[in-house]
T-cell receptor, first 114, second 114 residues
Framework: QKEVEQDPGPLSVPEGAIVSLNCTYS??????FMWYRQYSRKGPELLMY????GNKEDGRFTAQVDKSSKYISLFIRDSQPSDSATYLC??????????????FGEGTQLTVNP | GAVVSQHPSWVICKSGTSVKIECRSL??????MFWYRQFPKQSLMLMAT?????????EQGVEKDKFLINHASLTLSTLTVTSAHPEDSSFYIC??????????FGPGTRLTVL
Protein backbone atom coordinates (compact mmCIF):
# COMPACT_ATOMS: atom_id res chain seq x y z
CA GLN A 1 0.00 0.00 0.00
CA LYS A 2 1.29 3.43 -0.92
CA GLU A 3 1.90 5.92 1.86
CA VAL A 4 -0.04 8.58 -0.02
CA GLU A 5 -3.01 7.85 -2.25
CA GLN A 6 -4.31 10.36 -4.77
CA ASP A 7 -6.89 9.84 -7.48
CA PRO A 8 -5.03 10.41 -10.76
CA GLY A 9 -8.16 11.52 -12.59
CA PRO A 10 -8.33 12.88 -15.18
CA LEU A 11 -10.84 15.38 -13.84
CA SER A 12 -12.69 17.63 -16.26
CA VAL A 13 -14.92 20.50 -15.09
CA PRO A 14 -16.59 23.55 -16.66
CA GLU A 15 -15.22 26.99 -16.02
CA GLY A 16 -16.51 28.46 -12.76
CA ALA A 17 -16.97 25.10 -11.05
CA ILE A 18 -15.70 24.31 -7.58
CA VAL A 19 -12.99 21.68 -7.75
CA SER A 20 -12.18 19.31 -4.92
CA LEU A 21 -8.89 17.42 -4.93
CA ASN A 22 -8.06 14.90 -2.24
CA CYS A 23 -5.32 12.74 -0.81
CA THR A 24 -5.30 10.12 1.89
CA TYR A 25 -2.26 8.91 3.74
CA SER A 26 -1.28 6.18 6.14
CA UNK A 27 1.74 7.59 8.01
CA UNK A 28 0.53 9.30 11.17
CA UNK A 29 3.92 11.01 11.51
CA UNK A 30 3.17 13.38 8.63
CA UNK A 31 2.81 16.89 10.00
CA UNK A 32 3.44 19.19 7.04
CA PHE A 33 1.16 19.11 4.02
CA MET A 34 1.60 20.78 0.67
CA TRP A 35 -0.16 21.15 -2.62
CA TYR A 36 1.81 21.74 -5.77
CA ARG A 37 0.55 22.68 -9.24
CA GLN A 38 2.48 21.42 -12.22
CA TYR A 39 1.89 22.59 -15.75
CA SER A 40 2.95 20.35 -18.59
CA ARG A 41 6.73 20.24 -19.03
CA LYS A 42 7.30 22.55 -16.06
CA GLY A 43 8.48 22.12 -12.49
CA PRO A 44 5.96 21.94 -9.64
CA GLU A 45 4.86 25.26 -8.13
CA LEU A 46 4.05 25.43 -4.43
CA LEU A 47 0.41 26.46 -3.92
CA MET A 48 -0.34 25.77 -0.28
CA TYR A 49 1.76 24.82 2.74
CA UNK A 50 0.05 23.85 5.97
CA UNK A 51 1.07 22.44 9.31
CA UNK A 52 -1.05 19.89 11.19
CA UNK A 53 -4.85 19.99 11.05
CA GLY A 54 -6.97 22.91 9.97
CA ASN A 55 -7.85 25.12 7.04
CA LYS A 56 -5.83 27.62 5.08
CA GLU A 57 -7.18 29.95 2.46
CA ASP A 58 -5.33 31.86 -0.26
CA GLY A 59 -7.46 33.58 -2.84
CA ARG A 60 -9.50 30.98 -4.71
CA PHE A 61 -7.63 28.11 -3.04
CA THR A 62 -8.46 26.47 0.28
CA ALA A 63 -6.45 23.66 1.81
CA GLN A 64 -7.93 21.44 4.50
CA VAL A 65 -6.14 18.92 6.67
CA ASP A 66 -7.94 16.36 8.81
CA LYS A 67 -5.28 14.41 10.64
CA SER A 68 -7.79 12.27 12.51
CA SER A 69 -8.98 10.88 9.17
CA LYS A 70 -5.57 11.15 7.48
CA TYR A 71 -7.21 13.11 4.70
CA ILE A 72 -6.26 16.35 2.99
CA SER A 73 -8.12 18.39 0.42
CA LEU A 74 -7.58 21.30 -1.92
CA PHE A 75 -10.59 23.30 -3.07
CA ILE A 76 -10.48 25.62 -6.04
CA ARG A 77 -13.33 28.09 -6.31
CA ASP A 78 -14.42 29.75 -9.55
CA SER A 79 -12.08 27.51 -11.53
CA GLN A 80 -10.46 28.99 -14.62
CA PRO A 81 -8.99 27.39 -17.76
CA SER A 82 -5.59 28.55 -16.47
CA ASP A 83 -6.06 26.18 -13.53
CA SER A 84 -5.73 23.25 -15.93
CA ALA A 85 -2.69 21.38 -14.66
CA THR A 86 -1.64 18.40 -12.58
CA TYR A 87 -2.04 18.88 -8.84
CA LEU A 88 0.28 17.00 -6.53
CA CYS A 89 -0.18 16.58 -2.82
CA UNK A 90 2.97 16.15 -0.74
CA UNK A 91 3.70 15.67 2.93
CA UNK A 92 6.48 15.07 5.40
CA UNK A 93 7.05 14.38 9.08
CA UNK A 94 8.33 16.90 11.58
CA UNK A 95 11.84 16.69 12.89
CA UNK A 96 15.38 17.26 11.78
CA UNK A 97 16.24 13.59 11.34
CA UNK A 98 13.63 13.18 8.66
CA UNK A 99 14.91 16.20 6.82
CA UNK A 100 12.74 17.78 4.20
CA UNK A 101 12.09 14.59 2.25
CA UNK A 102 8.62 14.76 0.76
CA UNK A 103 6.25 11.92 -0.01
CA PHE A 104 4.14 12.73 -3.06
CA GLY A 105 0.80 11.56 -4.32
CA GLU A 106 0.50 10.42 -7.92
CA GLY A 107 -0.98 13.73 -9.01
CA THR A 108 -4.47 14.57 -10.31
CA GLN A 109 -4.76 15.90 -13.84
CA LEU A 110 -7.35 18.69 -13.97
CA THR A 111 -8.86 20.27 -17.07
CA VAL A 112 -11.11 23.32 -16.78
CA ASN A 113 -13.15 23.79 -19.93
CA PRO A 114 -14.13 27.30 -21.06
CA GLY B 1 7.94 32.16 -3.27
CA ALA B 2 11.63 31.54 -3.64
CA VAL B 3 13.17 31.11 -7.08
CA VAL B 4 15.08 28.05 -8.21
CA SER B 5 16.58 27.91 -11.67
CA GLN B 6 17.87 25.03 -13.76
CA HIS B 7 20.17 24.99 -16.72
CA PRO B 8 19.82 23.84 -19.38
CA SER B 9 16.06 23.62 -19.79
CA TRP B 10 16.50 20.91 -22.39
CA VAL B 11 19.39 18.93 -23.78
CA ILE B 12 19.83 16.33 -26.49
CA CYS B 13 22.95 14.19 -26.44
CA LYS B 14 24.40 11.09 -28.01
CA SER B 15 24.50 7.81 -26.18
CA GLY B 16 27.67 7.41 -24.15
CA THR B 17 28.24 11.09 -23.47
CA SER B 18 27.91 12.84 -20.10
CA VAL B 19 25.50 15.66 -19.36
CA LYS B 20 25.66 18.17 -16.52
CA ILE B 21 22.57 19.89 -15.16
CA GLU B 22 22.83 22.88 -12.84
CA CYS B 23 20.37 23.86 -10.13
CA ARG B 24 20.59 27.26 -8.47
CA SER B 25 18.66 28.90 -5.67
CA LEU B 26 18.54 32.54 -6.74
CA UNK B 27 17.26 34.41 -3.70
CA UNK B 28 17.97 32.18 -0.72
CA UNK B 29 20.62 29.86 0.61
CA UNK B 30 19.61 26.25 0.17
CA UNK B 31 20.80 24.02 2.98
CA UNK B 32 19.40 21.01 1.15
CA MET B 33 18.76 20.31 -2.52
CA PHE B 34 16.91 17.39 -4.02
CA TRP B 35 17.02 15.77 -7.44
CA TYR B 36 14.00 14.09 -8.96
CA ARG B 37 13.18 12.45 -12.23
CA GLN B 38 9.75 12.31 -13.71
CA PHE B 39 8.40 10.14 -16.50
CA PRO B 40 5.35 11.21 -18.55
CA LYS B 41 2.09 11.16 -16.59
CA GLN B 42 3.86 9.98 -13.45
CA SER B 43 4.69 11.61 -10.18
CA LEU B 44 8.14 12.75 -9.11
CA MET B 45 10.66 10.10 -8.13
CA LEU B 46 13.29 11.24 -5.66
CA MET B 47 16.78 10.32 -6.81
CA ALA B 48 18.99 11.87 -4.16
CA THR B 49 19.27 14.41 -1.39
CA UNK B 50 22.29 16.66 -1.12
CA UNK B 51 23.44 18.92 1.66
CA UNK B 52 25.99 21.61 1.04
CA UNK B 53 29.52 20.37 1.59
CA UNK B 54 28.66 16.72 2.11
CA UNK B 55 28.09 13.67 -0.02
CA UNK B 56 24.67 13.12 -1.52
CA UNK B 57 22.33 10.47 -0.14
CA UNK B 58 20.92 8.35 -2.95
CA GLU B 59 17.59 6.58 -2.97
CA GLN B 60 17.50 2.83 -3.29
CA GLY B 61 17.99 1.73 -6.86
CA VAL B 62 19.68 4.94 -8.02
CA GLU B 63 23.24 4.37 -9.24
CA LYS B 64 25.47 6.92 -7.55
CA ASP B 65 28.28 6.34 -10.05
CA LYS B 66 25.95 7.12 -12.91
CA PHE B 67 24.22 10.12 -11.40
CA LEU B 68 26.94 12.25 -9.85
CA ILE B 69 25.74 15.01 -7.56
CA ASN B 70 27.85 17.89 -6.33
CA HIS B 71 26.56 20.51 -3.91
CA ALA B 72 29.49 22.88 -3.85
CA SER B 73 27.78 25.90 -2.35
CA LEU B 74 24.57 26.98 -0.66
CA THR B 75 23.18 28.15 -3.99
CA LEU B 76 24.39 25.56 -6.49
CA SER B 77 24.01 21.82 -6.99
CA THR B 78 24.87 19.89 -10.12
CA LEU B 79 23.71 16.54 -11.44
CA THR B 80 25.92 14.81 -13.98
CA VAL B 81 24.47 11.92 -15.92
CA THR B 82 27.51 9.91 -16.92
CA SER B 83 27.62 7.69 -20.01
CA ALA B 84 24.01 8.50 -20.77
CA HIS B 85 21.82 5.96 -22.54
CA PRO B 86 18.37 6.28 -24.09
CA GLU B 87 16.73 4.86 -20.96
CA ASP B 88 18.09 7.88 -19.05
CA SER B 89 15.88 10.16 -21.14
CA SER B 90 13.55 11.84 -18.71
CA PHE B 91 12.53 15.10 -17.07
CA TYR B 92 14.95 15.97 -14.27
CA ILE B 93 13.81 18.43 -11.63
CA CYS B 94 15.68 19.86 -8.69
CA UNK B 95 14.28 21.47 -5.57
CA UNK B 96 15.78 23.47 -2.74
CA UNK B 97 14.91 24.15 0.84
CA UNK B 98 16.30 26.20 3.70
CA UNK B 99 16.39 24.41 7.04
CA UNK B 100 13.45 22.08 6.40
CA UNK B 101 11.04 24.79 5.35
CA UNK B 102 9.06 24.86 2.11
CA UNK B 103 10.59 23.03 -0.81
CA UNK B 104 10.80 25.05 -4.03
CA PHE B 105 11.24 23.43 -7.40
CA GLY B 106 13.17 24.39 -10.47
CA PRO B 107 11.56 24.44 -13.92
CA GLY B 108 13.06 21.10 -14.89
CA THR B 109 15.48 19.85 -17.55
CA ARG B 110 14.31 17.59 -20.33
CA LEU B 111 17.05 15.15 -21.30
CA THR B 112 16.85 13.20 -24.53
CA VAL B 113 19.56 10.65 -25.23
CA LEU B 114 19.77 9.48 -28.83
Amino acid sequence: QKEVEQDPGPLSVPEGAIVSLNCTYSNSAFQYFMWYRQYSRKGPELLMYTYSSGNKEDGRFTAQVDKSSKYISLFIRDSQPSDSATYLCAMRPQGRMSGSRLTFGEGTQLTVNP
Amino acid sequence: GAVVSQHPSWVICKSGTSVKIECRSLDFQATTMFWYRQFPKQSLMLMATSNEGSKATYEQGVEKDKFLINHASLTLSTLTVTSAHPEDSSFYICSATFHNNEQFFGPGTRLTVL
